[in-house]
Each structure stands twice: as structure tokens, then as C-alpha cells.
């Protein structure tokens, strides 16, 4: 999984949504929630539905895909993504909501790769 499609998993996920959910507030089908977090591409349409269903712009999105592209800083992609999420600094909710990402991604990051030989 990468690319944009992953992004959108990890919001998801983030915000505690199943793909249903995010297939009704987006618009966008189930069948093609399931498709783009497994790396289909997704066009612009779909794209500016996800971004309105997270409360967030295209760019928003772009700019976190950018930011996480090639990333194996799992930390780093956790702080990214509590950015987007809007978590406020001072609130120790963000170094919560941070280190639940980080624990997350790790776990996500691990099952992707697979067992290791």
C-alpha cells in the first residue's frame, strides 16, 4: 500500500472510521474505498470527496502524501498526520493522539512488510 490511497487509510483509521462510514460521508463507494487504500489511483473527484469528508483541502491531502512519501520515520509520519488532524499543541491530547499513531503506523508498517526471513 502507498501513495495516496494509504493516506486516506491512515485518516480513516486516525478518526476512527470503518470504510462504510467514509463511503457515506465522502460519496464515494465502498468497493472504491477498498480499491484506492490498496493503491488504486483515485481521481480528482473522489480525491476532493475524501479531502471534504476529513474536513480538509486536496492540498492538505497532497501535502501529507508528499510529506509521508518514501517516509520510514514512523514518528515523523504520526506528527504529520496530528498536524492534519488539527490536534492543538498545547493539548495533551496531541501527545497522545501521537503516540497512538506512531504505535499504529508501526503496526501498520510491520504487517506490510510482511515476516522477515
Do not use: N
Not at 515523523?76 to 493539548?91: K, R, W
Request: aromatic share 4%.
Amino acid at each position: 500500500m502507498s501513495g495516496t490511497g494509504a493516506v486516506v487509510r491512515m485518516l480513516r483509521k486516525a478518526r476512527g472510521l470503518t470504510q462504510c462510514e467514509l463511503s457515506k460521508r465522502s460519496g464515494v463507494s465502498q468497493s472504491s474505498v477498498c480499491k484506492h487504500e490498496k493503491g488504486a489511483p483515485i481521481k480528482p473527484t473522489a480525491l476532493r470527496r475524501y479531502a471534504k469528508a476529513f474536513g480538509m483541502t486536496v492540498d492538505d491531502l497532497t501535502r501529507l502524501h508528499a510529506e509521508s512519501a518514501g517516509c520510514t520515520d514512523v514518528h515523523y509520519m504520526a506528527e504529520a498526520l496530528a498536524a492534519m488532524l488539527s490536534i492543538p499543541v498545547e493539548s495533551g491530547r496531541r501527545d497522545a493522539a501521537i503516540r497512538w499513531l506512531t504505535a499504529r503506523l508501526a503496526t501498520e508498517t510491520h504487517r506490510e512488510d510482511g515476516p522477515s526471513a
